[in-house]
């Protein structure tokens, strides 16, 4: 079955630090998304991305971050400037369709110090 | 800013017996709910949903039971199996929206 793929699988970085999280969405999706999940804390929308550009964004999306599919496969996630709350779990997603049943990667685990 | 609840963090089962997993939303704007499910160290697997236009939805093991009147819905699994030990998380989106807004998770386990 296809699936999404992420990495790194954990990433630590210094808090200011850019770091940049990569997906590789299935490949006849048209959706993706990112979500992330601070540890104990329920999972949260970040961004959705259609037809190369932000459909939607979410209140935490701020300017420190930026989503880019900057050729046919890959997804990214930038955070410009880290900080110490930016600590989570990270999950690209995609989906053939509008929010219908979306498919999740692994996860990246993002430790900001 | 609960608008998606599952008021049990976990939940206990014999092998065999059916697991009842509930969620409780307070947005009337959702019409559409997912349940995924979630193993440690990948990410969650979609299970199963149901449109609000529909009161149930069914998937081998898995029924899915929508009360829109009480803004409730329950995820049935039967028999429970060993393998079904995860967090399921419930999950709702809006009609033009592109997010899911998730519940905190119910932990399963499934006891042999």
């Known amino acids: 079955e296809p699936e999404v793929t992420q990495t790194p699988s954990h990433q630590v970085t210094q808090m200011g630090q850019e770091v940049i999280l990569r997906c590789v969405p299935i490949s006849n999706h048209l959706y993706f998304y990112w979500y992330r999940q601070i540890l104990g804390q329920k999972v949260e929308f970040l961004v959705s991305?259609?037809?190369?550009?932000?459909?939607?964004k979410s209140e935490i999306f701020d300017d420190q971050f930026s989503v880019e599919r900057p050729d046919g496969s890959n997804f990214t996630l930038k955070i410009r400037s880290t900080k110490l709350e930016d600590s989570a779990m990270y999950f690209c997603?995609?989906?053939?369709?509008?929010?219908?049943?979306?498919?999740f990667g692994s996860g990246t685990q993002l430790s900001v110090l | 800013d609960q608008q998606v609840k599952q008021n049990s963090p976990s939940l206990s089962v014999q092998e065999g017996r059916i697991s009842i997993l509930n969620c409780d939303y307070t947005?009337?704007?959702?019409?559409?709910f997912l349940w995924y499910k979630k193993y440690p160290a990948e990410g969650p697997t979609f299970l199963i949903s149901?449109?609000?236009?529909?009161d149930k939805n069914e998937d081998g093991r898995f029924t899915v039971f929508l009360n829109k009147s009480a803004k409730h819905l329950s995820l049935h699994i039967v028999p429970s199996q060993p393998g079904d030990s995860a967090v399921y998380f419930c999950a709702a989106s809006k009609a033009g929206s592109y997010q899911l807004t998730f519940g905190k998770g119910t932990k399963l386990s499934v006891i042999p």
């Open positions: 991305f259609y037809n190369n550009e932000i459909s939607e």
């Open positions: 149901i449109s609000s236009i529909k």
């Open positions: 947005n009337s704007m959702f019409d559409y």
């Open positions: 997603a995609s989906s053939p369709r509008q929010v219908v049943k979306l498919f």
